[in-house]
């Protein structure tokens, strides 16, 4: 059940909240500041409203990096937790535990770890959308030992993406980049659900033998290739793909079409970013190296909304739900 519907009462209870905590940091004097804060924004207005229910206390979870296990000192939350103390202020009721990934018990789902992160808890309330792709502790055990409920943010994720599904605007134009390999399994979904897949970044030297289930699929998809580099989108598939998004009433991008960091290899990402942006269809971003470039070219106002997951919403669109939202339900 989510927050806004739900009729329990909180009052004095200790609440943990899992958010999405994986957010870029930068180098700031000896230590580390967040960089790109977007999904911690999303955080805050269930924080807002658990605060407003007068809960004794709210202990955050997240995740930072893959530290593998073991406690890596760059890739500890206090940056973000003092992001949060920037916002909220300096509050004895908001409390933000250590990464999560430092132990190999939170992957692993072990059950020892899941009843420890229950201890400090009363309720559960998952409101991390960009992680709940996966059967990890603080996603799918929790529910398994506290009453739990979805926060705010998955509501809101759930009912974008749900409409995004049943009713977006036609022609749909979805655009992939990135060089995950795990992407090129959705290839198929997509490739029946949208009316023409753009595949950029390192994902058409990652396709081996794809098999569609019709024919007609082949029509839609549309790979890019990459300049003499190796590291951007050629001039050829830029020119190819902005006329297809030119064309399009929906658009849906998730991933950069090169190694964008590098400024001599942005030209593809910025041109294809751009040229959604300046599209008048309903436009919707997803992932992490997404929320980086809308960042760097300032166009998070250019979308009609952002999701805090790059492959949670592409699962969420192929299935409908997610592990974490299932375990709730």
Known sequence: MYLSKSNFDFTGKRVLLRIDADVDLKKKGKGWVVDEDYRLSCALPSIRFLQEKKVEQIVLLGH????????????SLRPVANWFEKRLGKKEKLVLLENLRFSSG????????????????????????????????????????????????????????????AHSPRPLVFVLGGSKKGKVDYLDFLSSWADQLLVGGKLPKLVQN????????????????????????????????????????????????????????????????????????????????????????????????????????????????????????
């Open 106 to 165: 939170e992957k692993n789902k072990d059950i020892d770890f899941v009843k420890k992160l229950a201890v400090p808890g009363e309720v559960f309330v998952n409101d991390a959308f960009g992680s709940s792709h996966r059967d990890h502790a603080s996603i799918t055990g929790l529910p398994q030992a506290l009453p739990s409920f979805l926060g705010l943010r998955i509501e809101g994720e759930v009912k974008t993406l749900s409409w995004l599904k």
């Open 64 to 75: 930072l990096g893959r530290p593998g296990g073991k406690i890596v000192k760059d890739l």
């Open 210 to 329: 794809l098999k569609l289930k019709a024919k007609s699929q082949k029509k839609k998809l549309v790979f890019g290739k990459l300049n003499k580099a190796g590291k951007d989108i050629d001039k050829r598939t830029i020119k190819k793909f902005k006329k297809a998004i030119a064309g399009a009433k929906t658009i849906v991008w998730a991933g950069p079409m090169g190694v964008y960091e590098e400024k001599e290899n942005r030209a593809g990402t910025q041109e294809i970013a751009k040229a959604i942006a300046e599209s008048r269809a309903f436009k919707i971003a997803g992932g992490g190296d997404t929320h980086r470039v809308l960042s760097q070219l300032r166009l998070w106002s250019c979308f009609n909304f952002v999701s805090t997951g790059g492959g949670a919403m592409l699962q969420f669109l192929k299935d409908e739900t997610l592990p974490g939202i299932k375990a709730i339900k």
